[in-house]
């Protein structure tokens, strides 16, 4: 049974950093894809950031330049780490994985907020 779980975030102020974990209860090689999402209250759930199981990377372009996507194979764990961090940046984030044969899976999400 595939599980994902966030951690990591937290109240942080304008301009600050935060390192967003998502831990995989399987290896995540046999992912795809691995994404991190956020959703702002009102607001549809936003692609941030991507990472293929071959470390291929994409950002939305309000993130890139401040936000790293990484993946961990030996630790089973995706990370996201946002530097720079603006108001407009507060959101629950959300970790979501595909399998190279099979569905997608999503962690019950972290809460990010960043003070102004």
């Known amino acids: 049974q595939v599980q994902l779980l966030e951690s990591g975030g937290g109240l942080v102020q304008t301009g600050g950093s935060l390192t967003l974990s998502c831990a995989a209860s399987?290896?995540?090689?046999?992912?795809?894809?691995m994404a991190w999402y956020r959703q702002a209250p009102g607001t549809q759930r936003e692609l941030v950031a991507t990472?293929?199981?071959?470390?291929?990377?994409n950002y939305t372009d309000s993130v890139r330049g401040r936000f790293t996507i990484s993946r961990d194979n030996a630790k089973n764990t995706m990370y996201l780490y946002m530097m720079s961090l603006r108001p407009e940046d507060t959101a629950v984030y959300y970790c979501?994985?595909?399998?190279?044969?099979?569905?997608?899976?999503w962690g019950p999400g972290t809460q990010v907020t960043v003070s102004s």
């Open positions: 990472i293929s199981r071959f470390n291929n990377v």
């Open positions: 399987v290896n995540i090689f046999s992912f795809a894809t």
């Open positions: 979501s994985a595909s399998l190279v044969v099979g569905g997608t899976y």
